[in-house]
């Protein structure tokens, strides 16, 4: 089971980016599936998670400007970003808390990420 990442590159200050994310390989069930991000020299924060079946949480720094929204039948996320700001910059990483065929506990699966620079 892989997640692969589509999306991201450059934007200019205000200008926006669409990053996606599906679920390649046979799965059970999806418990959550978001977005995190990781700028140089900080640590890995959380950008939007959505728990399947019920709510998406956003940072505080990106509500309003971020959404994130879910394909349920193709098993994929998409993070629209607006307005972006130089703040935003970051390789971003999908995320997904999975369940395989064969086992019966949620495992944590990560995409290699994809860089979003945004230009001053």
């Known amino acids: 089971v892989q997640l692969v990442e589509s999306g991201g590159g450059l934007a200019q200050t205000g200008g926006s980016l669409t990053l996606s994310c599906a679920v390649s390989g046979n799965i059970m069930s999806i418990k959550r599936m978001g977005w995190y991000r990781q700028a140089p020299g900080k640590q890995r924060e959380l950008v939007a998670l959505?728990?399947?079946?019920?709510?998406?949480t956003y940072a505080d720094s990106v509500k309003g400007r971020f959404t994130h929204s879910r394909d349920n039948a193709k098993n994929t996320v998409s993070l629209q970003m607006n307005s972006l700001k130089p703040e935003d910059t970051g390789v971003y990483l999908c995320?997904?808390?999975?369940?395989?065929?064969?086992?019966?506990?949620?495992?944590?699966?990560w995409g290699k990420g994809t860089q979003v620079t945004v230009s001053s």
């Open positions: 995320y997904g808390s999975l369940r395989t065929p064969g086992t019966w506990t949620w495992m944590d699966f």
């Open positions: 959505y728990n399947w079946g019920g709510d998406t």
